[in-house]
């Protein structure tokens, strides 16, 4: 099943600007994490935050993780054409079997034009 | 450095064939391994993990299995393909260890059965 849930499914805006996706997830959780996946491609892991972290930077990345309600976001500030890609949330679960699984969400589909 | 590699990219087979699906990682010892479904414009679904030799667990049932014969190696295999197999395939490995860790991805197979 999957646990999160990215918000909005599709955001196309121009270059320069910044982008803000959204993820909400159920159970309780020991990370998350933001992945990229390019057409075709495999995933790239962007960015892990932990369950006792609210924000954390890379780069143009931001990531906030309200574990109060159960959600995260994404930001891409001043954006460029090569930003282009799908982007996932992922969710790492509590608990001693948990082996590094991850839960995926559905994505959200970035498109910035240049 | 670490890389995973996944072959083959792409693969037409007729509904009823076999299948056997490689990935090999290079650079680490005892990683944990996946082996992830996503269908078109959709989220990951996990298939299989394995946080050892010989050591598979499933994740949903199905028409496929699993085996890792050697540490680095990992392979998807099906006696008979359904045509509800067509998708894509991404294999990924972690750091051994309970979590918290990210992901690396290959750059997938493309399956389609006809």
């Known amino acids: 099943s999957q646990q999160g849930e990215e918000d909005p499914q599709a955001l196309s805006i121009q270059e320069g600007e910044n982008a803000t996706m959204n993820c909400s997830y159920k159970?309780?959780?020991?990370?998350l994490q933001w992945y990229r996946q390019n057409s075709g491609r495999g995933l790239v892991h962007l960015i892990l935050i932990r369950s006792n972290e609210r924000e954390k930077h890379s780069g143009r990345l931001r990531v906030t993780l309200d574990t109060s309600k159960k959600s995260s976001s994404l930001l891409i500030t001043a954006s460029r054409a090569a930003d282009t890609a799908s982007y996932f949330c992922a969710t790492g679960g509590t608990g001693g079997t948990s082996y590094g699984k991850l839960t995926f969400g559905q994505g959200t589909i970035l498109t910035v034009h240049p | 450095s670490q890389t995973i590699h996944q072959w083959p990219a792409t693969l037409v087979q007729p509904v009823g064939s076999p299948l056997s699906l490689e990935c090999t990682v290079e650079g680490t010892s005892n990683p944990n391994l996946y082996w992830y479904r996503q269908a078109a414009g959709r989220g990951l679904q996990l298939l299989f993990y394995s946080v050892g030799i010989g050591q598979i667990s499933s994740e949903v049932p199905q028409n496929l299995s699993a085996s890792r014969p050697q540490d680095r190696q990992f392979i998807l295999s099906s006696k008979k393909l359904l045509l509800s197999d067509s998708g894509f395939y991404l294999c990924a490995w972690s750091r051994y260890g309970q979590g918290g860790q990210p992901q690396h991805f290959g750059d997938g197979t493309r399956l389609s059965i006809l």
């Open positions: 159970t309780s959780i020991n990370n």
